[in-house]
């Protein structure tokens, strides 16, 4: 009888603390989802911080290898003209650069183009001309950028010919002549893949946008 009496009390007492020990446990399932959810709301704060920076390291390393390339380019024309040739046409160049789109830099860019006609800035010059030119003039300036200067980089790493490509196709594409269009967005995407804009940006990507 006396164990019996014993058996009813710890029954008693376990059904009773049965409660405590289950809040207990949805308390602790609570706290652990709570704590999970703040980790993943940090991780994702973190991943934000980043991605920017990991795509601006894309856009350094791109620039880098591109620059190369343009420093390379800029020194054949130093075995073709003299130093004080160079500093003429920089100086000619960067009048452009300080009055864009105005008389006196078209004027000065067109005369640069006439003295130096295969340097490396000239590539340039060429394709600043044809971006502030319209219509067939524009598109004139954009093929001798395609046919004359297509190797021509500029400091950042932009190769004349290939942004040339990009310009030229969207203005085929606005005026509706979609083939031509394409044909010079397969060209980049073919032997161009890693032409770059003046942000450092792929210029494969921007097809992808325009194609949207």
């Known amino acids: 009888m006396r164990n019996t009496i014993t058996a009813v009390i710890l029954m008693s007492a376990v059904a009773a603390s049965a409660p405590l020990f289950a809040q207990t ?23 934000q911080l980043v991605a920017p920076l ?22 054949q024309d130093q075995d073709k003209y003299t130093a004080e040739q160079l500093r003429d046409a ?24 006439k003295k130096y006609p295969d340097i490396d800035r000239t590539g340039c010059a060429t394709l600043y001309l044809a971006q502030a030119s319209q219509g067939d003039e524009r598109a004139k300036y954009l093929r001798d950028c395609i046919e004359k200067f297509n190797d021509c980089f500029y400091g950042d790493g932009v190769q004349v010919g290939a942004y040339a490509r990009l310009l030229l196709a969207q203005d085929y594409r606005s005026k509706g002549e979609a ?15 890693d032409a770059i804009d003046h942000a450092g940006n792929l210029l494969v990507d921007s097809i992808k946008a325009d194609s949207k």
């Open 25 to 47: 446990n949805t308390d602790d399932v609570v706290q652990l989802k709570q704590r999970v959810a703040q980790l993943e709301k940090q991780v994702q704060e973190i991943s």
């Open 54 to 75: 990991k795509a601006q390291q894309a856009i350094d390393n791109r620039r880098k290898a591109l620059q190369e390339r343009f420093a390379k380019r800029a020194a």
């Open 90 to 113: 920089e100086s000619l160049y960067q009048v452009a650069n300080q009055k864009w789109g105005s008389p006196e830099a078209t004027e000065s860019l067109k005369t640069m183009i």
């Open 179 to 193: 083939e031509k269009a394409a044909a010079l967005y397969d060209e980049i995407k073919a032997k161009y893949a």
